[in-house]
């Protein structure tokens, strides 16, 4: 069956430095791909996503690519601010319409 | 944008009793909701797809006439927690999906309701 795998965290960072967190899927034919992000207390938003092989989503600094080739949608942002803490999670979504979630990575970031 | 609600936000019952949590789509129609479920520092958890009009589609695992899903209309869904216990104690979302949205597979989030069962 479609899982999502995540990096464990929790990741901590000075502000201003460079983020990545690790994402590989494993699905069946061509899902969407998405980067959700929880703030404390709060419901999920949709950060970015991409629905295609190669397609790049970018939001608010973060970007994550589509790679078919190694079934990975890795989350980047070049220089993380303190208001970036939070929890993200990588999710897909198949055929199904059901949004299938990793376990979520929580980044904090120190200034 | 696409907004959901939920209301309430936190709600503290005692174990026995019943507690409706209600998920609104303020400025689309959704033909499709989803429950989830989230632990403390743990993913969500898929519990039920609600479809407008008919009857819910549970996951594996989740009892059905312990957690009750109503979609009366294109815009509201309910979930009732039948005689709650303290192990039904979590943070439950709900999602839509925007018909004007339907091939992207996207959904949009409720911010949450916290269930505490004394």
């Known amino acids: 069956g479609n899982s999502v795998t995540q990096m464990e965290g929790p990741v901590t960072l000075s502000e201003e430095a460079f983020l990545t967190i690790n994402c590989t899927y494993t699905?069946?034919?061509?899902?969407?791909l998405f980067w959700y992000v929880q703030y404390p207390g709060e419901g999920l938003q949709l950060l970015l996503k991409?629905?295609?092989?190669?397609d790049k989503g970018s939001n608010k600094g973060f970007e994550a690519t589509y790679r078919k080739e190694t079934t990975s949608f890795h989350l980047e942002k070049g220089s993380v601010q303190v208001s970036d803490s939070a929890v993200y999670f990588c999710?897909?979504?198949?055929?199904?319409?059901?949004?299938?979630f990793g376990s979520g990575t929580r980044l904090l970031v120190r200034p | 944008g696409a907004v959901v609600s939920q209301h309430p936000s936190r709600v503290i019952c005692k174990s026995g009793t019943s507690v409706k949590i209600e998920c609104r789509s303020l400025?689309?129609?959704?033909?499709?909701m989803f429950w989830y479920r989230q632990f403390p520092k743990k993913s969500l958890m898929l519990m039920a797809t609600?479809?407008?009009?008919?009857?819910?589609?549970?996951e594996q695992g989740v009892e059905k006439d312990k957690f009750l899903i109503n979609h009366a209309s294109l815009t509201l869904s309910t979930l009732t927690v039948t005689s709650a216990h303290p192990e039904d104690s979590s943070f439950y979302i709900c999602?839509?999906?925007?018909?004007?949205?339907?091939?992207?597979?996207?959904?949009?989030f409720g911010p949450g309701t916290r269930l505490t069962v004394l």
């Open positions: 999710a897909l979504a198949g055929s199904s319409y059901k949004l299938i």
């Open positions: 991409a629905t295609k092989a190669d």
């Open positions: 400025d689309f129609q959704a033909t499709t």
């Open positions: 999602s839509a999906r925007d018909l004007g949205t339907y091939s992207y597979n996207e959904q949009f």
């Open positions: 609600s479809n407008e009009g008919s009857k819910a589609t549970y």
């Open positions: 699905a069946t034919g061509y899902p969407s």
